[in-house]
């Protein structure tokens, strides 16, 4: 028998940091099971690469959602990470934490636990700053020390400076951290780069450990359930690339991370979930955990589309040459575009309160970015888009087993702006950022707003059906097996990341979180890796 400290399921963000930290700190043997492929892929690398990937590609896995009554029956993707660092391998780099409400929140949450460990902002601070090794920022809430490296863009394009003018002329202040003192403003973002390379997990945590006899990460596993005996979590169950089934074996403890759609699938196909559920399928079950695939949590993003008056932004669709000149640029000084993630610029702001915590957040991408829900609706040219996002929806959808069968894809439903109060959020996110673009200096280089297309002149009703038609995730799907008091019936986790009704077996990835935080998920998850890590190494036997 294959026996190892510990079993992590899932080598993606948060996976990745909880099994180096168990190994490095803990001198524990652990595995890494990861269903997708090796991180090491010059795309994935350099930091714009994500828009070569994200409609089309090995590296990541398509959940179509169900069809979306409340959006006139649409399916769309929610696109996962489907490679060693899960999403900080593929996603846009943005370097965010959220606000220290979000996490004392959840300290709120679950008080009066019996297990109580703290998970306010001082609680959590720490291992943020751990991990950080900022390229300009040092000081109580920063850090230049830690494995993964954050900098400033490497490269601005100008219409990500017209539009930070932009929104200063309506009344925002410039913000030079949106991980500092206040979220609200515009500015530029942080990123998980260094010297035009992505710091993934995968690379910063697990590379430095390649030559460790006590870590050991395997490819293309597939892990099919969890083996439970006697209320114990024991090991997992996987299928390898050449299709063999495969046990292997826990001596500690299984940790599931494979991201909010994949574990609430796996919880549930072990036989830990909601009864009913279970039986339609067959399943017997082990663990009724109601709240196991509930509570479902994505930020919702609307796309806003100018078309500019000249050869403003990065390039148009297929302008080869253009993007030749960037890529000789890139390879001979390691300089230009290419150094830069295509977000560089970007803004908290609450247009209906605004001295009040943000309600939205936006993106600034200087390109008229097509995907395959507006491909057909803009003119491929020169522009820029801006993505609009509530950053603490009230919606929430499920996440719900298909069949019995592992190879079948999860039912996901995120009734995204399905609740009322998160669409007048976005509209009145969209109509600020439709304003924007009629403020100096971003106004002289704008020819017409194409996407909502009439532009300022839009309706209340034209508006709304244009953020049903467009709303897609922000790729931050949460809370599917969150943590909860013990009075919670939904609760399916305890305050250290525990599986109720289950000795050993914990949830260290975006399904554990009660709320999603205010703004991008990737350096929450890492923590909730580090925090799983740090629960465990405090209380070995």
């Known amino acids: 028998m294959q026996k190892f400290d510990y079993i992590v399921v899932g080598g993606g963000s948060s996976g990745c940091v909880a099994a180096a930290k168990l190994v490095s700190e803990g001198d524990a043997s652990v595995l890494i099971l990861e269903a997708g492929y090796s991180n090491k892929h010059p795309l994935l690398d350099m930091p714009p690469g994500i828009f070569k990937m994200i409609n089309g590609s090995k590296f990541m896995r398509y959940h179509k959602t169900k069809p979306q009554v409340h959006l006139g029956g649409r399916v769309h993707d929610i696109p996962q990470g489907h490679v060693l660092g899960g999403g900080s391998s593929v996603n846009a780099q943005v370097y965010m934490r959220g606000r220290p409400d979000d996490y004392n929140e959840w300290d709120d949450i679950l008080a009066g636990n019996a297990d109580k460990v703290g998970w306010r902002w001082e609680n959590v601070l720490p291992h943020f700053r751990g991990m950080e090794n900022n390229n300009r920022l040092n000081n109580d809430l920063h850090n230049t020390d830690g494995e993964m490296l954050v900098s400033d863009p490497g490269h601005v394009n100008e219409f ?11 009344g925002e202040p410039y913000n030079t951290d949106f991980n500092g003192s206040q979220q609200r403003g515009v500015g530029l973002y942080q990123f998980m780069n260094r010297h035009g390379k992505r710091s993934s997990s995968a690379y910063a945590f697990i590379t430095p450990l390649a030559n460790n006899p006590k870590l050991e990460v395997r490819l293309q596993c597939e892990v099919t359930r969890v083996l439970l005996e006697d209320g114990r979590a024991i090991g997992v169950e996987y299928r390898n690339a050449s299709g063999e089934l495969v046990s292997v074996f826990a001596e500690k403890e299984v940790i599931l991370s494979a991201g909010a759609i994949i574990t609430p699938k796996l919880l549930m196909l072990s036989g830990i979930g909601p009864a009913d559920h279970l039986a339609s399928h067959g399943i017997e079950c082990q663990v009724n955990l109601p709240g196991v695939g509930q509570n479902f949590i994505d930020h919702p993003e609307v796309p806003i589309t100018a078309l500019a008056n000249g050869p403003y932004g990065y390039f148009k669709q297929g302008e080869g040459w253009r993007m030749l000149k960037n890529g000789l640029q890139f390879k001979l000084f390691g300089s230009g575009p290419i150094t830069s993630a295509g977000v560089e610029a970007g803004a908290f702001v609450n247009p209906l309160k605004p001295a009040e915590l943000p309600t939205i957040q936006a993106f600034c991408v200087p390109i008229v970015y097509l995907d395959r829900d507006t491909v057909n609706e803009i003119p491929n040219d020169y522009g820029l888009t801006i993505t609009t996002v509530v950053i603490k929806p009230k919606s929430r959808g499920t996440v719900e087993l298909a069949s019995a069968d592992p190879a079948a894809m999860p039912l996901v439903s995120p009734d995204l702006l399905k609740d009322e109060a998160d669409m007048q959020a976005m509209m009145a996110g969209q109509r600020f950022f439709i304003d924007a673009f009629e403020q100096a200096p971003l106004k002289r280089r ?96």
């Open 446 to 541: 704008i020819k017409q707003i194409a996407l909502p297309k009439q532009g300022k002149a839009v309706t209340d009703e034209e508006l709304r059906e244009h953020c049903k038609r467009f709303v897609k995730t922000n790729y931050h799907p949460a809370g599917t097996a969150k943590m909860g008091a013990d009075n919670d019936p939904m609760a399916v986790l305890d305050s250290q990341l525990r599986v109720r009704g289950c000795i050993g077996l914990r949830v260290c990835d975006m399904s554990a979180v009660p709320n999603i935080n205010a703004g991008n998920t990737n350096a929450p998850a890492m923590m909730l890796g580090s925090r799983c890590a740090q629960f465990i190494l405090e209380n070995r036997d």
């Open 160 to 170: 990500s400076r017209w539009f930070m003018q932009a929104v200063q002329a309506k």
